[in-house]
């Protein structure tokens, strides 16, 4: 099972970027799509994006379309997410995820980092 850590949170006003990577350890880096999901207080986890194995494939939540960008590198084990335009509704705590298909849906992962906070203040 892969062991993934997030990084890169932080305080941000309205309108700046942050970037958030996740490290990923073990050798079948990969084998896994990766994906960011969000859970703010109160409120279910929402995906916001994910790359299939190869990176080509990337997809996106609704709400970050446009905003947010995910990509991958193999080669350091690593997936990060740019994150622009932000919004004080984007606050929530970030995990990255691996899963062995192309998904949207929290349940199809299976192995999870600890998270890392986002705060956007207006």
């Known amino acids: 099972q892969e062991q993934l850590v997030e990084s890169g949170g932080g305080l941000v006003q309205a309108g700046g970027s942050l970037r958030l990577s996740c490290a990923v350890s073990g050798d079948a880096i990969g084998t896994y799509t990766i994906g960011w999901f969000r859970q703010a207080p109160g409120k279910e986890r929402e995906f916001v994006a994910a790359?299939?194995?190869?990176?080509?494939?990337?997809y996106y939540g609704d709400s970050v379309k446009g905003r947010f960008t995910i990509s991958r590198d193999n080669a350091k084990n690593t997936v990060d997410l740019q994150m622009n335009a932000l919004k004080p509704e984007d606050t929530a705590v970030y995990y990255c995820?691996?899963?062995?298909?192309?998904?949207?849906?929290?349940?199809?992962?299976?192995?999870w980092g600890q998270g890392t906070q986002v705060t956007v203040s207006s």
């Open positions: 790359a299939t194995v190869t990176g080509i494939t990337t």
């Open positions: 995820a691996a899963a062995h298909l192309a998904s949207r849906y929290a349940a199809d992962f299976g192995s």
